[in-house]
Nanobody, 120 residues
């Protein structure tokens, strides 16, 4: 399974960006999808997860500003980021776990990361 993230970029504080991450390969089904981020000198942190349309979780620091969603038909997860702050600057990684038609039949997968930079 490959995860391809896109949508990062440079934006001014208060602006918005929408990240996308598409999963491809011999996918049977995907359970949870998530976004993580890692700022320079900091550990990778969980930003948001989605298991179904009604089952989402968010880090406290992004609640009310970020929205995670998914298109199951396209095996794609999105992260709509509004009211961006300089402290949101990081490399954002998508993550998914699910079942495949080929060995190892179940696994956890990571995208390559996309840079988000918020200027003050």
């Amino acid at each position: 399974v490959q995860l391809q993230a896109s949508g990062g970029g440079l934006v001014q504080a208060g602006g918005s960006l929408r990240l996308s991450c598409a999963a491809s390969g011999r996918i049977r089904s995907i359970n949870a999808m998530a976004w993580y981020r890692q700022a320079p000198g900091k550990q990778r942190e969980l930003v948001a997860t989605i298991r179904s349309v009604s089952s989402t979780t968010y880090a406290d620091v992004v609640k009310g500003r970020f929205t995670i969603s998914r298109d199951n038909a396209k095996n794609t997860v999105y992260l709509q980021m509004n009211s961006l702050k300089p402290e949101d600057t990081a490399v954002y990684y998508c993550n998914a776990d699910g079942f495949t038609y080929t060995p190892p039949y179940y696994g956890e997968y990571w995208g390559q990361g996309t840079q988000v930079t918020v200027s003050s």
